[in-house]
């Protein structure tokens, strides 16, 4: 989608803080972080939110938790904790539409 | 597991307000709600957190969100929107060891 942000980074014409590539998913850090550990799991296939979910994305959505627990380990968080949150749609705040899994962990940052 | 309280809903030697079954996934809402729509989809499998994961668990955890996005309709919440987690250790207050997604959405309910 030449309009999204995320399909941007994951095709390297956005810059970003890549932690891990392959060929199915994209991990960089949140430009606004809320804890000292705020990482994005993507799958690079562009799939708008989980409304938009198909059973033949499924094999992919169940990589990413592959992925969130190598970089959890990575970050140091896999003992202490860490949250995947996926948010869809306005009252969860979803601000890019590109699907995506906020992985949360570490101290807590005061933004606001 | 047969300590495991998700385990002993998901055989039906617990009680639990239960909105879906199948033989791999098991979906219930809350006991302690922070939403109008708060519900757990757990995978039947026991399967202790998200640290614990392996590669063959990737269809099954992919499947969480197929089941996540046909609840969300069901409970008129796919539009307005929602959040999944699915917390793991101390500090994301993971307090079942059996990997569960959370499904957030509507009305905030204040607890305390």
Redesign the interface.
């Known amino acids: 989608m030449p309009s999204c942000i995320f399909c941007k980074i994951i095709s390297d014409e956005a810059p970003a803080d890549i932690l891990y590539r392959d060929e199915r998913v994209t991990a960089f850090r949140d430009i606004h972080p809320i804890a000292s550990t705020h990482i994005l799991i993507v799958p690079n296939k562009h799939i708008v939110s989980?409304?938009e979910?198909t059973?033949e994305?499924?094999?992919?959505?169940?990589?990413l938790?592959?992925i969130?627990?190598e970089i959890?380990k990575q970050e140091n968080?896999?003992?202490?904790?860490?949250?995947?949150?996926?948010?869809?749609?306005?009252?969860?705040?979803?601000v890019v539409f590109h699907l995506h899994m906020h992985l949360i962990?570490?101290r807590r940052i005061r933004t606001r």
């Open positions: 989980v409304n979910v059973p994305d499924e094999t992919l959505l169940g990589y938790f592959t969130a627990k959890a968080v896999a003992e202490s904790g860490y949250k995947l949150i996926v948010n869809t749609g306005p009252d969860a705040g979803q962990g570490g």
